[in-house]
């Protein structure tokens, strides 16, 4: 017994040396990457503007307009774990960053996998002709350029548009209220209480996975709605035939 004791503080003992050895291993490869960008970036000077204001009106422009009440915040790389996104007003700066982004990789080891880049092109549409995209090169070898690729779980359109968003929100909601059909919405033992928490839970949190940041208009509010009415819709009518 004394034994199987000992077999299993020394168990434990291992799994608590492996998750700290993770830890540590997960908070030197985030310092490498931080270390890398600060390096690559040091005497880099090219990023975009974002202009903010407390309490404005999302759909009146003039607010952000203004020399007062209003901040500007400079974004050049948003970095998640170990995936980055490089921003910049056009292609000649983006060139220059992913250029030292590159070679600061080579000095810190990590790989970059050209075959996973995408690169995409924003176009402003009051220039005209509207510019093309342009070629963007990493260790000669040019990156794929794309209409629309996902960052974080969400859909980003080169027309700044969320309307596939839209529809891939509202087909993972679908899905995820497809599976519950049987085991949930149709049993009778279920309470309606406990059905509406599933539903937010699982359901909504699928359906509004990122609408914090969404630009929206009424035409894909009201896809929305009609989205949420016909799944109301559809359990009140599963509680109507059990009722009966």
Not at 57 to 85: G, Q
Not at 101 to 128: D, G, H, T
Not at 179 to 189: D, I
């Amino acid at each position: 017994m004394d034994k199987i004791m000992e077999d299993k503080n020394d168990e434990n003992l291992d799994l608590e040396e492996q998750w700290d050895r993770l830890k540590t291993t997960a908070y030197e490869t985030a310092g490498d990457i931080l270390a890398m960008l600060k390096v690559a970036f040091r005497n880099v000077h090219e990023r975009i503007y974002i202009q903010t204001r407390h309490g404005a009106d999302l759909f009146n422009a003039s607010h952000f307009k203004a020399k007062t009440r209003t901040t500007r915040y400079l974004v050049r790389e948003m970095l998640f774990a170990d995936d980055a996104a490089l921003v910049a007003h056009n292609a000649a700066d983006i060139q220059l960053l992913v250029d030292v982004f590159a070679r600061a990789a080579a000095q810190f080891s990590p790989k970059i996998n050209i075959k996973k880049i995408e690169c995409l092109f924003q176009p402003v549409k009051l220039l005209s002709p509207p510019p093309r995209p342009e070629s963007i090169m990493v260790n000669q070898e040019p990156l794929l350029q794309s209409t629309d690729f996902t960052y974080l779980g969400s859909t980003v359109s080169n027309t700044a548009r969320i309307d596939k968003e839209i529809r891939n929100r509202i087909g993972k909601a679908s899905a995820a209220f497809g599976k519950l059909q049987h085991r949930l919405w149709k049993n009778k033992h279920a309470s309606i209480r406990a059905k509406c928490k599933v539903y937010t839970a699982v359901v909504l949190s699928s359906f509004l996975y990122g609408a914090e940041v969404w630009t929206i208009y009424r035409s894909q509010v009201k896809k929305l709605q009609t989205t949420c009415l016909h799944d109301e819709t559809a359990e009140r009518h599963h509680e109507h035939q059990m009722d009966r």
